[in-house]
């Protein structure tokens, strides 16, 4: 499964605070071109390799900063806990752990913001909670959101980063599936705008879920976008994969996703978007 | 429930034997008439989902089914059951049917799960799956979900967005296959077992759960006979539960199906 392979790949970022997006220590090596560059460097360029352009993850604070006006992002109260379904033993003392670790409630974090002036209701999940898993809390959060993007008449943003379903939520996991996308069919029929953002790793039941139902999906550019992880699809097809399978790159020349952006434009991007879908009078009618 | 004896593992493997019923025998005993239609009148017809027209009495149905083979052979052409996204956008094909011909929606969920492979990838397998799921959370028909066999992952939830989930006994319902969780979570493949018990995959579990609404009890034995009287009790479940969802208008039948999936998945208010 997709989660392994990300877990190898997350061995480097051992972070140990909040609002860290690349690992810590002074020095970090670019897992692209292997160079060993200066942390400060790699953080005051959008997390931007400088020596090769590789992206390195974003986690919830750095992403705000980024895209949301400052001061504007007021995160809806919504304290909510998972209830364990599956009774694990271990699950909730590796949550409790986890929060404390990350400074992170849960795999996303979601509210209300402004991106140059315009009104938004946006979600950003992170790779640094359980691989951005979706579970019980990821799942109500999201939905929330929707129906709050219907009840505001606000567009919606949603930036994805996960592994797919939680595994130690089971069933009631994949239910969320089922959940974020009925809400998205009431944000659908109300007409509003939803820009679902895809950036690396998006896998699993997020891809098949809310994440693929954008009006309009953007992503960034090499991020690993797929619904089967590569491991499983090389065990059962029993040869390896094309080179730059699942890229962002490979997904927009198959027709699945309408633009790759920089991360540097990404914010003047979705503003230009928004206001594409302002209504009213605006509209060429 | 009886066979009180039966472990989880158990029934992962009745749900997974090979000379279990498909869901063609289920729809060759439970309607009067039927008639397949093919394609997703877009890349080709994926014979993992069979599509079509039921009857039974003077009801019509559009059925949607996730076909395992019953040989060899078959299994091959029908790529043991695990859909392509063809086979998603011949359903989502049929559900707009349905809606347009105002017939309910029956479907029967039997899959290890969609298919994991290059081609599947290329044509939006992930977007194929969420595209069902947000065609049957609107669709403006009763909608019947049977989970037969193995419900593994989003390739069965992608038939799944149903007012009512009936599940027969032995039939199981999870997020992977046990194998799989095992090896994700505990990175140990071979505690398979342990990780059915744990998963909450069995029909009793999933009720508890509020994840389906009615079991359909199998007798022990395995025959042909018992399997007539599966199918008739799922025939008159069919046309109990149409009755019931026909009471709602078209407006409260949408709600109905998504007040069901908006309240799985319970959690605490700190």
Same mark, same amino acid.
């Given at each position: 499964?997709?989660?392994?392979?990300?877990?190898?790949?997350?061995?480097?970022?051992?972070?140990?605070?909040?609002?860290?997006?690349?690992?810590?220590?002074?020095?970090?090596?670019?897992?692209?071109?292997?160079?060993?560059?200066?942390?400060?460097?790699?953080?005051?360029?959008?997390?931007?390799?400088?020596?090769?352009?590789?992206?390195?993850?974003?986690?919830?604070?750095?992403?705000?900063?980024?895209?949301?006006?400052?001061?504007?992002?007021?995160?809806?109260?919504?304290?909510?806990?998972?209830?364990?379904?599956?009774?694990?033993?271990?699950?909730?003392?590796?949550?409790?752990?986890?929060?404390?670790?990350?400074?992170?409630?849960?795999?996303?974090?979601?509210?209300?913001?402004?991106?140059?002036?315009?009104?938004?209701?946006?979600?950003?999940?992170?790779?640094?909670?359980?691989?951005?898993?979706?579970?019980?809390?990821?799942?109500?959060?999201?939905?929330?959101?929707?129906?709050?993007?219907?009840?505001?008449?606000?567009?919606?943003?949603?930036?994805?980063?996960?592994?797919?379903?939680?595994?130690?939520?089971?069933?009631?996991?994949? %239910?969320?599936?089922?959940?974020?996308?009925?809400?998205?069919?009431?944000?659908?029929?109300?007409?509003?705008?939803?820009?679902?953002?895809?950036?690396?790793?998006?896998?699993? *039941?997020?891809?098949?879920?809310?994440?693929?139902?954008?009006? &309009?999906?953007?992503?960034?550019?090499?991020?690993?976008?797929?619904?089967?992880?590569?491991?499983?699809?090389?065990?059962?097809?029993?040869?390896?994969?094309?080179?730059?399978?699942?890229?962002?790159?490979?997904?927009?020349?198959?027709?699945? &996703?309408?633009?790759?952006?920089?991360?540097?434009?990404?914010?003047?991007?979705?503003?230009?978007?928004?206001?594409?879908?302002?209504? *009213?009078?605006?509209?060429?009618? | 429930?009886?066979?009180?004896? &039966?472990?989880?593992?158990?029934?992962?493997?009745?749900?997974?034997?090979?000379?279990?019923?498909?869901?063609?025998?289920?729809?060759?005993?439970?309607?009067?008439?039927? +008639?397949?239609?093919?394609?997703?009148?877009?890349?080709?017809?994926?014979?993992?989902?069979?599509?079509?027209?039921?009857?039974?009495?003077?009801?019509?149905?559009?059925?949607?089914?996730?076909?395992? *083979?019953?040989?060899?052979?078959?299994?091959?052409?029908?790529?043991?059951?695990?859909?392509?996204?063809?086979?998603?956008?011949?359903?989502?094909?049929?559900? /707009?049917?349905?809606?347009?011909?105002?017939?309910?929606?029956?479907?029967?969920?039997?899959?290890?799960?969609?298919?994991? *492979?290059?081609?599947?990838?290329?044509?939006?397998?992930?977007?194929?799956?969420?595209?069902?799921?947000?065609? %049957?959370? /609107?669709?403006?028909?009763?909608?019947?979900?049977?989970?037969?066999?193995?419900?593994?992952?989003?390739?069965?939830?992608?038939?799944?967005?149903?007012?009512?989930?009936? %599940?027969?006994?032995?039939?199981?319902?999870?997020?992977?296959?046990?194998?799989?969780?095992?090896? +994700?979570?505990?990175?140990?493949?071979?505690?398979?077992?342990?990780?059915?018990?744990?998963?909450?995959?069995?029909?009793?579990?999933?009720?508890?759960?509020?994840?389906?609404?009615?079991?359909?009890?199998?007798?022990?034995?395995?025959?042909?006979?018992?399997?007539?009287?599966?199918?008739?009790?799922?025939?008159?479940?069919?046309?109990?539960?149409?009755?019931?969802?026909?009471?709602?208008?078209?407006?409260?039948?949408?709600?109905?199906?998504?007040?069901?999936?908006?309240?799985?998945?319970?959690?605490?208010?700190?």
């Amino acid at each position: 499964m997709i989660v392994d392979k990300i877990k190898k790949r997350e061995t480097t970022a051992k972070n140990k605070k909040a609002n860290i997006d690349i690992p810590i220590g002074k020095w970090i090596k670019c897992d692209n071109c292997k160079e060993i560059i200066y942390k400060e460097t790699v953080r005051n360029n959008l997390n931007i390799c400088p020596n090769c352009g590789h992206y390195f993850r974003m986690h919830i604070g750095k992403r705000l900063e980024l895209i949301i006006d400052e001061g504007t992002y007021e995160r809806f109260d919504l304290n909510i806990e998972t209830t364990n379904p599956l009774e694990l033993e271990d699950y909730p003392k590796k949550l409790k752990s986890l929060r404390e670790k990350t400074g992170l409630e849960e795999a996303v974090s979601c509210g209300i913001g402004n991106i140059n002036g315009e009104k938004v209701v946006i979600c950003i999940m992170d790779s640094g909670f359980l691989m951005g898993s979706m579970g019980i809390v990821v799942g109500e959060k999201i939905t929330y959101s929707i129906e709050q993007a219907v009840k505001q008449k606000l567009p919606l943003i949603i930036f994805s980063v996960s592994g797919g379903a939680r595994m130690q939520e089971g069933i009631i996991s994949l %239910m969320q599936m089922a959940k974020t996308t009925a809400a998205l069919t009431k944000l659908d029929e109300a007409g509003l705008l939803y820009i679902s953002v895809l950036t690396d790793p998006t896998y699993g *039941g997020v891809t098949a879920s809310f994440a693929s139902l954008g009006d &309009i999906i953007l992503a960034e550019p090499k991020a690993m976008i797929g619904f089967a992880g590569q491991r499983v699809i090389e065990q059962t097809i029993g040869e390896s994969l094309p080179e730059g399978f699942q890229t962002a790159e490979f997904l927009l020349e198959h027709g699945f &996703i309408d633009k790759i952006v920089e991360r540097r434009d990404l914010k003047d991007t979705l503003y230009r978007l928004i206001r594409f879908h302002k209504g *009213g009078e605006s509209n060429g009618q | 429930m009886g066979n009180e004896k &039966i472990t989880a593992w158990d029934r992962v493997e009745i749900a997974r034997n090979p000379k279990r019923k498909t869901a063609l025998d289920y729809i060759e005993n439970i309607f009067d008439e039927f +008639i397949e239609l093919h394609g997703d009148r877009n890349f080709r017809d994926d014979k993992a989902i069979v599509c079509g027209l039921g009857r039974i009495g003077d009801k019509n149905f559009t059925i949607i089914a996730e076909q395992k *083979g019953r040989t060899t052979k078959e299994n091959i052409e029908r790529n043991f059951g695990m859909p392509n996204p063809e086979s998603y956008r011949k359903a989502i094909r049929f559900m /707009k049917q349905a809606e347009k011909f105002k017939r309910p929606v029956i479907t029967f969920i039997d899959t290890k799960g969609a298919y994991p *492979g290059i081609g599947a990838e290329e044509r939006g397998q992930g977007e194929a799956i969420a595209k069902s799921m947000f065609e %049957m959370a /609107k669709l403006k028909v009763p909608i019947i979900a049977i989970v037969i066999g193995e419900g593994s992952s989003g390739g069965a939830l992608a038939i799944g967005v149903a007012n009512k989930v009936i %599940m027969l006994e032995n039939a199981i319902y999870s997020i992977l296959s046990p194998e799989g969780y095992s090896s +994700i979570l505990w990175k140990d493949s071979s505690r398979y077992k342990e990780a059915a018990e744990k998963m909450k995959l069995t029909a009793k579990d999933l009720y508890d759960l509020k994840v389906i609404d009615k079991i359909i009890k199998e007798p022990k034995e395995d025959n042909e006979e018992n399997f007539k009287k599966i199918a008739s009790n799922l025939k008159k479940e069919i046309s109990s539960t149409i009755i019931e969802i026909n009471k709602l208008n078209t407006e409260d039948i949408v709600q109905n199906r998504y007040d069901k999936f908006r309240n799985i998945g319970e959690f605490i208010k700190l």
